[in-house]
């Protein structure tokens, strides 16, 4: 059963810091993995996604990571800025029929000014 | 980029009533939908997969007759709370994909169900 875990839980950083995130996967017989933003009491904003054959995405600051063979993603947040708290949230798909996505518990970032 | 809407956003009903929450694909056709459900602190667990024209499918320890979900055609999946506890009080959230393995999930904005 696929089971994916996010590190750390809770991360609080001044503005301006380089960080990242971390998300790892039991079963490394993805087909994607998507990171996704939530705010508080809000849904879901996708921030990146990495197909299985890719090892990296790119979007403004941010910096997605995949070795599909460790079972590891990163998601690299460049100069940080208040705008970013928010919770981040790693999922994989694992079955190429588009079954659900399997997602983490989640990062909960506070960047303060 | 694909757009999912959810209605309502935000829904306060009495124990024993129920409650209908509807997912939209607004500029595609979906023709699986998933329903997912998020207590607080912690992460989204799915529910049931929705297909269009046939029963949804339910994950282990969702009660079927609880949560009815309906897909009758590929831009709409309602999912409905029947005689709703507190306990049922949560944040539910819809995806919608075209069923490819390496598609994108669009997700709706959520509904938060307060069971009073």
């Known amino acids: 059963k696929q089971e994916v875990t996010q590190i750390p839980a809770a991360l609080s950083v001044p503005e301006g810091e380089n960080l990242v995130l971390n998300c790892s996967f039991t079963?490394?017989?993805?087909?994607?993995l998507q990171w996704f933003r939530q705010d508080p009491g809000k849904g879901l904003t996708s921030l990146l996604l990495?197909?299985?054959?890719?090892r990296e995405q790119t979007s403004g600051r941010l910096n997605a990571s995949l070795d599909k063979s460790s079972g590891r993603s990163t998601l690299y947040i460049a100069a940080s800025q208040p705008g970013d708290s928010a919770t981040y949230l790693c999922?994989?798909?694992?079955?190429?029929?588009?079954?659900?996505?399997?997602f983490g518990k989640g990062t909960t970032l506070s960047v303060s000014s | 980029g694909a757009v999912v809407s959810q209605h309502p956003s935000r829904v306060i009903c009495k124990s024993g009533t129920s409650v209908k929450i509807e997912c939209r694909s607004l500029?595609?056709?979906?023709?699986?939908m998933f329903w997912y459900r998020q207590f607080p602190k912690q992460s989204l667990m799915l529910m049931a997969t929705s297909n269009e024209g046939s029963k949804a499918t339910y994950e282990q320890g969702v009660e079927k007759d609880k949560f009815l979900i309906n897909h009758a055609s590929l831009t709409l999946s309602t999912l409905t709370v029947t005689s709703a506890h507190p306990e049922d009080s949560s944040f539910y959230i819809c995806s919608a994909g075209n069923g490819q393995g390496n598609s994108r999930a669009f997700f709706g904005q959520g509904t938060r169900l307060t069971v009073v």
């Open positions: 500029d595609f056709q979906a023709t699986t």
């Open positions: 079963d490394s017989a993805i087909y994607n």
């Open positions: 990495i197909q299985s054959s890719q």
């Open positions: 999922a994989v798909i694992t079955n190429q029929a588009g079954t659900a996505l399997i």
